[in-house]
């Protein structure tokens, strides 16, 4: 009898500290994406959905990111609960606290984007830059409590890494997939627009499209001249191109100009290939930079072509007659006046 007393008060204590329906809350989603500006201050952008599966209404949510001190999240959402947003320093970083304003009740659904910046996250020194994320599960807040969140056979969970202008990685982790052996991130060179010191350029992005709860992402990278000038050269051709755009609108024979500016963007990809290859790509973006120089000239060319046509009538559009009607008009007027008398 004490046994049974013993079991059922110690199922109880259990069920107070961790609620029943806890592990039955899902966590579906949880992508980073962080963006690393050129002065080190870093944006963070996380996607979530998260799914209430138990017999018990969701809070709201809580987790851990790393830098010490970041500014109040901006939270996006079609979700019609509501929600308030609550900071708190903790051992390890910043605690952020998602309380509800109404709780989610079983089988609904709660996603969103949270987007917060940090000044105190990655490390810059000179003109090299180095930041671990760690990928952590969020808790789930059921009763008032902070509780494990279940995570399903499949879940997304992803990152994206955006490295500051004409920056290079030198060491990133995880690099290799466990399970299926190859490499575990992708490395793009993509144009990209945010507010900030580095709207409208090529960024090198890094990618991971599967993750793991308790992965940590390492990175280290530097400044390279060489990915400066690609960076430029491919600034400079999507200008030229937005140029010949607008002059073939206005009507303007651009043919040589986009013929110039086609082997341009040839010679930028096999730039491009070199420096992924770590080979010399400077015979590249040399001829790149001169077919874009010709692509500049037949512009200005083709500019003062139509202008000349505008602006002076050639001799042999002029009417035959043209000269010979002020004389005309002379002879006409002496009749005029010569039947009046």
Known sequence: MIAKKMIFFSLAMLLAIYPASA???TLNRWALNVIIHDNGTVEEIIQTEIENGGSSPLDGFSFVVPPSKITEPVISTFSPNGQKVQLQPVTGGTKVTINFNSKLETGKKWDGRIEFNADNWAEKVGQDYSINIPVEAPQAIISGKDTRISIPAEPEIRSQVFLPKSVNPTFVEPSIDPATKKPAYKKLLQYNKFTGADTGADLIVLTWFKLNIGDVMSIKASYSDELNRIVEANGRFKRLSDSIKTEKTKGKDVS???????NAKDY???ALDEFWGKK????S???ANNEMNQAEKSLQ???RTATGQTTKTPE???TPASGALPVIGILLF?????RKK
Request: glycine share 4%.
């Open 23 to 25: 592990g039955e809350v």
């Open 256 to 262: 040589a100009a986009e013929a110039h500016l086609s």
């Open 268 to 270: 930028n990809n096999q």
């Open 280 to 283: 010399d790509a400077t015979a």
């Open 285 to 287: 973006l040399d001829s």
């Open 301 to 303: 060319a083709s500019d």
């Open 316 to 318: 042999s559009q002029k």
């Open 334 to 338: 002496i009749t005029l006046l010569r």
